[in-house]
């Protein structure tokens, strides 16, 4: 009967530290989520309007965003403190979306080609402030999400401190 305690104490403790190990990356997925949606909507509102080169964009950036996805799914259960070739593709998503949102914004400033990136919107200078706004809010994420993959690569995210301390605790 102890041996079956231990044996369960001894998963608990696994399953948790592979939790804590996978929630360093909690905002990584929940920001590629949100790209990956807004994305997605703005290729579906491009197909249907015939704006094909914001169709071409959106999609580029939705098939990256799809190879940064299965860099999530692999990392789960995944043991090591060394992420830094883990989240290539994250890091090459979020620099590629953050290059985008910097045409995007140049282009609801200078209003040229605003037709070909925004075809079902109608190029009104309330709509380009919106568009402006939005865009900033994305580059914003996306900076955020290349900072923490920085911090997660060098050891000095808070979710890692966390883990030291419980491996500590439970040793």
């Not at 249907?48 to 080169?53: D, K, P, W």
Request: proline share 1%; aromatic share 20%; hydrophobic share 45%.
């Amino acid at each position: 009967m102890n041996y079956n305690k231990a044996k369960q104490e001894q998963l608990r403790k696994e399953t948790a530290e592979t939790n804590f190990r996978y929630n360093r990356f909690l905002l990584l997925r929940y920001l590629l989520a949100f790209f990956f949606f807004t994305n997605l909507y703005w290729a579906l509102a491009s197909f249907l309007s015939q704006g094909y080169l914001a169709l071409i964009i959106s999609s580029f950036l939705l098939v990256v965003g799809g190879f940064a996805v299965s860099e999530h799914v692999k990392l789960y259960g995944d043991r090591s403190n060394q992420v830094e070739l883990k989240l290539h593709y994250n890091r090459l998503y979020h620099l590629f979306q953050l290059i985008v949102n910097t045409y995007l914004f140049l282009v609801s400033i200078t209003g040229w080609g605003f037709t070909w990136m925004f075809p079902f919107l109608n190029d009104y200078f309330q709509v380009r402030l919106f568009i402006m706004g939005i865009v900033l809010v994305g580059s914003g994420l996306s900076w955020v999400c290349l900072r923490r993959i920085r911090a997660i690569s060098q050891k000095k995210d808070k979710h890692y401190q966390y883990i030291k301390e419980y491996k500590r605790s439970i040793s």
